[in-house]
């Protein structure tokens, strides 16, 4: 019985240790993280494969190689991502992705969904007259495709009623500039060097589309920023005014099996490559935890929100962040399992103390029935129930520091018995 007890006063310590032996077995069998990832980001030239190219110069610094994978564009990456081809991709706001196969490391950067026209195209303001243009849209799988369906939808212009070039990129600017094309839709960074020609050439021009607001909330993942007058060029000013446009929230996309230290550097990466200020975007918009869309990585959305811990300033990177993953559920695990390693040495102080106690009812049981015994076969009654709990007393299989309770209770039962000899005496 005593070991039982003893087994049970133990059970919190034992399931804290058995947790904690179960997550350094868990976490420990990957600690130290891959050198390499793949990251998925677009066609060779274009905005997204220069952004890669930042991740891969930011991962060099911390021994990490970077394999960029060209694409279409983002639907193609969303594929390779689900397929389990690809670590990390770029995906455009509004393309949808499998919340089963994929985690979002955070929204990243403002893309402009950039309209431009020929300069004998009229009405281009309102894209619901664009009916008989030929509009390059973008390729098969690219993000700019599944814009332009987006924005085709919004602007109510029925399937067939403009011919939607495959061009997209630098393609789509040529064929705008040579007039194969009446228009194009691009979503790109301002940066992206296929748009220079477009900006800065002539019989073309950038479109302020008129309900741009009213378009924008039709379009999944859209909302509406302001470009400032001279943002792109100061001399001459261009725009040549305020423009108010489209933008598509860019997020970066990862494999749910994505190591916790790549995790770490991928967002470390991306608070430095867009924190920053720029034409669109205040500093510290970006990057930002993904609201109603993907799963949030939970280490990703600790990193954006907190930024890293004090343990990243004293150990190496990789080892930081695997402390930190272990600590956000050893932390809650804990907090459950305190009570229990509380509870567990009181219940077993109760259990040995109540063995003693419950000795204590039956010697006031037998103190009551001498003080109303009237024979002499009583009181020699109430001597043996005396000598039997005695006994039952000198038998108990305490720990040393509950004994005392048992000598006392043997003493009190001792002097009732006196007194019960003196009454016997008596008769």
Request: overall charge negative; charged content about 25%; cysteine-free.
């Amino acid at each position: 019985m005593r070991r039982l007890y003893a087994l049970i006063g133990g059970l919190g310590s034992l399931a804290l240790l058995a947790g904690l032996v179960a997550l350094a077995l868990w976490f420990g069998r990957d600690l130290l993280p891959p050198d390499r990832l793949v990251f998925a980001a677009g066609h060779s030239g274009g905005g997204y494969a220069r952004i890669a190219e930042r991740y891969r110069t930011a991962l060099k610094d911390d021994g990490i190689e970077v394999e960029i994978r060209e694409t279409a564009g983002s639907v193609e990456n969303v594929r390779l991502l689900e397929a389990g081809e690809v670590d990390v991709a770029l995906v455009q706001g509004g393309v949808d992705v499998d919340p089963d196969a994929a985690e979002s490391l955070g929204e990243m950067f403002f893309e402009p969904l950039f309209v431009f026209v020929r300069a004998g195209v009229e009405d281009a303001a309102n894209p619901a007259a664009w009916r008989g243009l030929n509009v390059a849209t973008g390729p098969e799988g690219s993000g700019a495709r599944a814009a332009a369906e987006s924005f085709r939808r919004a602007a109510s212009l029925e399937t067939g009623v403009v011919e939607a070039l495959p061009l997209g990129g630098r393609a789509a600017a040529e064929a705008l500039l040579s007039g194969e094309a009446d228009a194009a839709l691009f979503v790109a960074p301002i940066s992206a060097p296929y748009l220079a020609p477009l900006i800065e050439g002539e019989g073309v021009r950038l479109v302020q589309l008129a309900p741009v607001e009213a378009l924008a909330r039709r379009m999944a993942g859209a909302h509406v920023a302001e470009l400032p007058e001279g943002s792109i060029t100061m001399e001459p000013p261009r725009p040549a005014e305020d423009l108010e446009m489209i933008v598509l929230t860019a997020r970066l996309a990862a494999s749910p099996d994505l190591h916790p230290a790549l995790v770490d550097r991928l967002v470390m990466a991306a608070r430095r490559l867009h924190g920053g200020r720029d034409v669109l975007t205040d500093a510290g918009r970006f990057p930002a935890v993904e609201e109603g869309g993907l799963p949030m990585n939970p280490q990703a959305r600790r990193l954006i929100e907190s930024g890293p811990g004090f343990l990243g300033e004293w150990l190496p990177w990789w080892m930081a962040a695997q402390i930190d993953r272990v600590l956000v559920i050893l932390l809650p695990l804990l907090l459950v399992l305190a009570p229990a390693i509380r509870i567990g040495p009181a219940l077993y102080a109760w259990a040995m103390k109540r063995r003693v106690w419950r000795f204590y009812d039956r010697i006031a049981e037998i103190d009551a029935d001498m003080h109303g015994a009237e024979t002499r076969e009583a009181l020699e009654d109430a001597e043996a129930r005396l000598a039997e709990l005695d006994r039952k007393l000198a038998a108990l299989d305490l720990p040393a520091s509950y004994m005392q309770m048992a000598y006392s209770a043997r003493l009190h039962a001792q002097m009732l018995r006196e007194r019960l000899e003196r009454r016997l005496a008596e008769r």
